[in-house]
Structures are given as C-alpha cells and as structure tokens.
C-alpha cells in the first residue's frame, strides 16, 4: 500500500491550504492516520491524527485551533485543512497511516505506511 499525498502549494501569511493524503487500494483501513512534516536539517514533527472508529483527533500545540485533520470514507482519505498559515508552517509535509491499535498517535515509529511528501511555503 502507497499513501498519495497532494495539496500543497505556495500561499501568503494567513491563508489557507488543504492537504489530502489516500490509500493506493480502497480496502485499505488503517486505525490512524496522521501528518507530520520536516523542514532542512530538523526532525520530522507531529502534526495531527485521527484514530479509531470515533475518529479521535490529537494536534500539535503549534497548530491547535488553526488546523483541522478529518476523514472520508472512514478514515480510507484524510485530509489536513490549514488556516491562518504561518511562514513556521513552511515545511514538507507527509502523511502516515497505521493498522496497529495504538495509544499514543504522536510518535514517527507507530506508523508504518508513509506518503512521499508535498511541500508548503507560507510567504511573510
């Protein structure tokens, strides 16, 4: 199973982008799916999950109130809206799936499926 990531693009400060990220095959259903994103020389940082079949979400204080994670077709699409974008925004931003029950949606090594990335720059 590949993840597509897409949606990212150029946008000035305070606009707003919205990033998608699905499953090569439909009859992929993962219990989380979350975002993360990365930017030269750092590690790749937590973004926003949803798990489980309530769709429980969790976000990074940094994004808190400004992004929205959600899901489609039960939880086989998740996208990522982004409003009041900050030029700190700007990163590469990947999408990651997992089929294990996990507790903690946070941490990189719980995922096991991963998109390629798409890039967002938030122009000051």
């Known amino acids: 199973v590949q993840l597509q990531a897409s949606g990212g693009g150029l946008v000035q400060t305070g606009g707003s982008l919205r990033l998608s990220c699905a499953p090569s095959?439909?009859?992929?259903?993962?219990?989380?799916m979350a975002w993360f994103r990365q930017t030269p020389g750092k590690a790749r940082q937590f973004v926003a999950a949803?798990?489980?079949?309530?769709?429980?979400?969790t976000y990074a204080d940094s994004v808190k109130g400004r992004f929205t994670i959600f899901s489609d077709n039960g939880l086989n699409t998740v996208s990522l809206q982004m409003n009041s974008l900050k030029p700190e925004d700007t990163a590469v931003y990947y999408c990651?799936?997992?089929?294990?029950?996990?507790?903690?949606?946070?941490?990189?090594?719980?995922?096991?499926?991963w998109g390629q990335g798409t890039e967002v720059t938030v122009s000051s």
């Open positions: 990651a799936a997992t089929r294990r029950v996990i507790n903690d949606p946070t941490p990189l090594f719980e995922y096991d499926y």
């Open positions: 949803i798990a489980g079949s309530g769709g429980t979400t």
């Open positions: 095959t439909r009859t992929f259903r993962p219990y989380a």
